[in-house]
């Protein structure tokens, strides 16, 4: 941990009051209510050391953060089947994108596009008896926190507006690769969507990507070496949609974004960390997020590579 904290300060002050060209996501009204000037960052070491820096206290809107603990509660349950139902290849289009589902016949191109997201949704609704609680009782459990929740009003707004996820779970229906009711697996994943955490429990939440065999505090396992290694692969390539290969080539780490502005990257040695800064970039990745993360594993060498 000794070097980081000084790290992330300096880069911080450098980044805090650039220009950020980025917008806020408004086509959620409700993520428009949300004061651009956020900034926080937070790390968790693998010795379980944690440091933080402005707005890292905050809670906000994980959006697409989510979706790699659905993935993952969805991997434990379902196991290899998974792979049936969505492919594990970078889209290379945006994130709400319906181009590629007729051609691949209504399978996704992977869990972190919305298609794959909706497709991961309704294989959990297979498996749980409460999906929403089944799922809200998931990420208690590994964070050690039970002051994770739904944001209702952002789901709700989501609910009004989201027409395109309406389509696309539409569409993959038609192709048989949505099993349950449409309006069911929709609400699902607008609430999945609208979880809340701070950048420092999302270090937390997320550290069994960091560990092999992690278990939590109930001495439960979430996921084997193998599907740890595998969800860090697809968060390598398709954690930031058509914008994949730009985080791989500057920060060099496995992460995913969310519009909310957060992102989140996992060196799976060394740490867990988060940066939230709610302009996005055109591909719908937080401006500030990339930048200070580009900043820090070159200024600290810790990327993979
Ligand atoms: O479905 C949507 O459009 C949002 N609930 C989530 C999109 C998202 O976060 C994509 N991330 N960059």
């Not at 998931?138 to 996820?165: H, L, P, Q």
Request: glycine fraction near 8%; aromatic fraction near 12%; charge should be negative.
């Amino acid at each position: 941990m000794k070097k980081y904290p000084t790290i992330i300060d300096n880069i911080y002050a450098e980044i805090k009051d650039i220009k950020d060209e980025g917008k806020v996501a408004n086509y959620i009204p409700e993520l428009g209510c949300i004061s651009d000037e956020n900034f926080g960052i937070s790390i968790t070491t693998i010795e379980k050391q944690n440091y933080g820096v402005g707005d890292f206290e905050k809670k906000f809107s994980i959006q697409s953060i989510s979706k790699i603990l659905s993935l993952t509660l969805a991997y434990q349950l379902e196991g290899e089947n998974l792979w049936q139902r969505v492919d594990v290849e970078p889209s290379g289009n945006p994130f709400n994108s319906l181009q590629q589902l007729e051609s691949d016949k209504g399978i996704p191109r992977n869990p972190f596009i919305n298609a794959g997201a909706i497709v991961v949704c309704d294989v959990l609704i297979g498996h749980l008896k409460n999906p929403k609680e089944d799922f809200l009782d998931f990420c208690r459990e590994i964070a050690n926190n039970y002051d994770i929740n739904y944001n209702e009003k952002v789901a709700e707004s989501e609910k009004r507006t989201g027409f395109r996820n309406v389509a696309l779970c539409n569409f993959i229906k038609s192709f048989g690769n949505i099993k349950n009711n449409v309006d069911d697996v929709l609400d699902f994943y607008f609430h999945i969507c609208s979880l809340e955490l701070t950048c420092k429990e999302l270090t937390e939440i997320f550290m069994y990507l960091t560990e092999d065999n992690y278990t939590t505090h109930k001495g439960n396992s979430i996921i084997t070496e193998s599907q740890t290694k595998r969800i860090n692969a697809i968060m390598l390539t398709c954690g930031f949609y058509d914008e994949s290969g730009e985080f791989s080539f500057r920060v060099g780490l496995p992460g995913k974004s969310g519009v909310g502005g957060g992102i989140v990257a996992i060196h799976p040695d060394k740490y867990c960390i988060a940066v939230w800064s709610p302009k996005l970039n055109e591909k719908g990745n937080s401006f500030k997020g990339m930048l200070f993360l580009e900043n820090f594993t070159t200024k600290t060498a810790s990327s993979i590579f």
